[in-house]
C-alpha cells in the first residue's frame, strides 16, 4: 500500500499569508494526486487533480506543484473561507489512500 | 449538474449488516470513465477509501476491511450499493460516496450520512 504522509497536522496563519502543504508518497505515483478541502461539517470537496489541475470553480489562490514523490498544495493569499481542512489522496494504484490531512486555523 | 445523496440506517448494532445506498444524478454509470466510490471518516479523523465501482464493472475493494465489502450498481435506478458485513462500534463514521472521472479523482460528493454502531 501507498502511504501519503502529510505535513504539518496544523498550522494556524493570518489572512493574507501564504500557505504551503505537503504530502510525500511513499513510493512513485506519477502524477496521481488529488488535493480536497473539508470545511467544518461538510463533505470535502475536489481543489486540485493530477498535481496541478483546478477542480471546477476553485480559485486560482490554490495551485499544486510536486517534486519527486513530494506534493504541494499552496495557498497564495489565504482567505477567510479557507479556513478547513486539507487532504491529499494517491489515486495511482489501489488502495486509494488519503494522507492524515492538515487543519488551517485563522488567527 | 451532478449530485448525490447516501442514504441508510443511522444506527445498526455490532454484527449486524449495513446497506447503504447513494443515488444519483446528472452523470450515467454507463459512460466510459466514470465511477462511483465510497469514503469513510470516523468522528474526528481522516478520510478512509472504500470501495469504488466503474461504468466497465470494475470494481475495487480496500483490503483492510477483510472482505467485509460488496459494492454494486444498477444503472437503470442510478444507484449504486455499499454493502459491509459485521458491523463494530470502530466502524461508526460519516460515509460518503462519490463521482469518479478517470483521470480526475472524486470530483463531486455526496453530503455524507452517520452511521453509528451500538448496542
Known amino acids: 500500500d501507498i502511504q501519503m504522509t502529510q505535513s504539518p497536522s496544523t498550522l494556524s496563519t493570518s489572512v493574507g499569508d501564504r500557505v504551503t502543504i505537503t504530502c510525500r508518497a511513499s513510493?512513485?505515483?506519477?502524477?496521481?494526486v488529488a488535493w480536497y478541502q473539508q470545511q467544518a461539517g461538510k463533505a470535502p470537496k475536489l481543489l486540485i487533480y493530477?498535481?496541478?489541475n483546478l477542480g471546477s470553480g476553485v480559485p486560482s489562490r490554490f495551485s499544486g506543484s510536486a517534486s519527486g514523490t513530494e506534493f504541494t498544495l499552496t495557498i497564495s493569499s489565504l482567505q477567510p473561507d479557507d479556513s478547513a481542512t486539507y487532504y491529499c489522496?494517491?489515486?495511482?494504484?489501489?488502495?486509494?489512500?488519503f494522507g492524515q490531512g492538515t487543519k488551517v486555523e485563522i488567527k | 449538474q451532478i449530485t448525490l445523496k447516501e442514504s441508510g440506517p443511522s444506527l445498526v448494532k455490532p454484527t449486524e449488516t449495513l446497506t447503504l445506498t447513494c443515488t444519483f444524478s446528472?452523470?450515467?454509470?454507463?459512460?466510459?470513465?466514470?465511477?462511483v466510490g465510497w469514503i469513510r471518516q470516523p468522528p474526528g479523523k481522516a478520510l478512509e477509501w472504500l470501495a469504488v465501482t466503474h461504468w466497465n464493472d470494475a470494481n475495487h475493494y480496500s483490503p483492510f476491511l477483510n472482505n467485509r465489502l460488496t459494492i454494486t450498481k444498477d444503472t437503470s435506478r442510478n444507484q449504486v450499493v455499499l454493502t459491509m458485513t459485521n458491523m463494530d462500534p470502530l466502524d461508526t463514521a460519516t460515509y460518503y460516496c462519490?463521482?469518479?472521472?478517470?483521470?480526475?479523482?472524486?470530483?463531486?460528493w455526496g453530503q455524507g450520512i452517520l452511521v453509528t454502531v451500538s448496542s
Open positions: 462519490a463521482h469518479r472521472r478517470i483521470w480526475v479523482g472524486l470530483d463531486s
Open positions: 446528472g452523470f450515467s454509470l454507463t459512460t466510459s470513465g466514470v465511477g
Open positions: 513510493q512513485s505515483i506519477n502524477t496521481w
Open positions: 489522496q494517491q489515486y495511482s494504484s489501489y488502495p486509494w489512500t
Open positions: 493530477q498535481i496541478a
